[in-house]
Structure formats: structure tokens, C-alpha cells
């Protein structure tokens, strides 16, 4: 089955500065590939998704990109601010419908 | 998006009963799904919903401890029996919304088993 690995487990970060959250995927038919932002006691919540047509895309503050040659994938935070500071999990199907397989996540701090 | 709501949103049981989550969803949806995640750690897929028919699930889990049903599109319940301390988590349902088949979670349910 799939297998998602998710660097790195903590991050800070000066307010203002970019963040970068990286993740690889072991099958190759994946093809779905969308971000949760999760806040202490809250649901995970989808913030961007990528699929595999597309190698780039943008969200205001957001990016993901992909590299299916490579089977990793990445999401890029420009002038971060004290409210993205949550957990963040990448994730990865072969379909938007179908089952996740969730990275271990990243937790991101945005120091003042 | 979509609205999901989960029932009870916590609860604290006692060794050896059950307890039954309801997930229930307010727009179109395809799949639905069952996540444990603890404290701290990332989700785990218990389960696929499946409408009117067994749920599927995933290495680890069994119908005997986490049955599920889905008797119609927009809502799902999970059960799980005969409880351990070792059940106590954060249970969550997700629903892949009709048309964009994005997926969003409920709120959880935060189970303490003593």
C-alpha cells in the first residue's frame, strides 16, 4: 500500500518568513494530493490540493508543487503569520474519493 | 465545502461497553470514511463506509470491534465494542463531497475509556 513520509516533524519560523513542508509517496499511482491544517482541538482542515496534471498550484499565500518523476511534493507558506501556526499533514490517493494515506505531520510555529 | 457533524462530541465509558458515533453530512457525497487519531499523532484509516453494503477495512481493524453502517448517502455510525483503555482517541468521519470529491472531516469525537 501506500506509504507517506512528511518533513519536517517541527518547524519555526519568523513571522513574515516562507515555510516549506516537504513530502514523498512510494506508489507511483497516486495522483491526488491535498494539505490539511490542523489547530489544536479542531478538525483537520483542507487548505490546497494538487493533482497529478498539474505541477504547481497557488492560493493566495499557499503553493503546493509536485514531482511525480520523483514522488515528492511540497507546501511552500510565504509571509507566514501567527494564525498558521497548527499541524499540518500532507496526504496522498489514487483519487480524490478515494481513502488517504496521511504523513506523520509537521508542527508549525510562527514566532512573533 | 460541506457541512459534517459528529455525535456525541465526547464522551468517557467505562471498560467492556460499546459506544455508537453518528457522522452525518449535509450536501451530496460519495465516500465516507472512519479515522482514530491520538493525541498528537497523524489519522489512521479505520474504515471505508460503504452504502448499503459491509464497510471496507483497513489492516488492523475488524468488523467485529468497529462495525460500521451507512444506510443512506449522507450518514454513517461507527461503533466500538467492547472497549479497552487502549480505544481511548479522537474518532473522526470524513465525507468526499459530490462533484469536486474533496474530502472534509467532522469535528471529532474524543473517547476516554476507563
Known amino acids: 500500500g501506500e506509504n507517506v513520509e512528511q518533513h519536517p516533524s517541527t518547524l519555526s519560523v519568523q513571522e513574515g518568513d516562507s515555510a516549506v513542508i516537504k513530502c514523498t509517496y512510494s506508489?507511483?499511482?497516486?495522483?491526488?494530493f491535498p494539505w490539511y491544517k490542523q489547530e489544536l482541538g479542531k478538525r483537520p482542515q483542507l487548505i490546497i490540493d494538487?493533482?497529478?496534471?498539474?505541477g504547481e498550484k497557488k492560493d493566495q499565500r499557499i503553493a503546493v508543487t509536485l514531482n511525480k518523476t520523483a514522488k515528492h511534493f511540497s507546501l511552500h507558506i510565504t509571509e507566514t503569520q501567527p494564525e498558521d501556526s497548527a499541524v499540518y499533514f500532507c496526504?496522498?490517493?489514487?483519487?480524490?474519493?478515494?481513502?488517504?494515506?496521511f504523513g506523520t505531520g509537521t508542527r508549525l510555529t510562527i514566532i512573533p | 465545502s460541506a457541512v459534517i457533524s459528529q455525535k456525541p462530541s465526547r464522551d468517557i465509558c467505562q471498560r467492556g461497553t460499546s459506544l455508537t458515533i453518528q457522522c452525518q453530512v449535509d450536501?451530496?457525497?460519495?465516500?465516507m470514511f472512519w479515522y482514530r487519531q491520538q493525541p498528537g499523532q497523524s489519522l489512521t484509516l479505520i474504515a471505508t463506509?460503504?452504502?448499503?453494503?459491509?464497510?471496507?477495512?483497513e489492516s488492523g481493524f475488524v468488523i467485529d470491534k468497529f462495525p460500521i453502517s451507512r444506510p443512506n448517502l449522507t450518514f454513517s455510525t461507527l461503533t466500538v465494542s467492547n472497549m479497552s483503555p487502549e480505544d481511548s482517541s479522537i474518532y473522526l468521519c470524513?465525507?468526499?463531497?459530490?462533484?469536486?470529491?474533496?474530502?472534509?472531516f467532522g469535528p471529532g469525537t474524543r473517547l476516554t475509556v476507563t
Open positions: 496526504a496522498a490517493s489514487g483519487h480524490p474519493s478515494e481513502k488517504l494515506t
Open positions: 494538487i493533482r497529478s496534471n498539474v
Open positions: 463506509a460503504n452504502q448499503g453494503s459491509e464497510a471496507t477495512y
Open positions: 450536501s451530496q457525497v460519495t465516500m
Open positions: 506508489d507511483s499511482a497516486s495522483n491526488y
Open positions: 470524513s465525507a468526499a463531497i459530490a462533484g469536486t470529491h474533496e474530502q472534509y
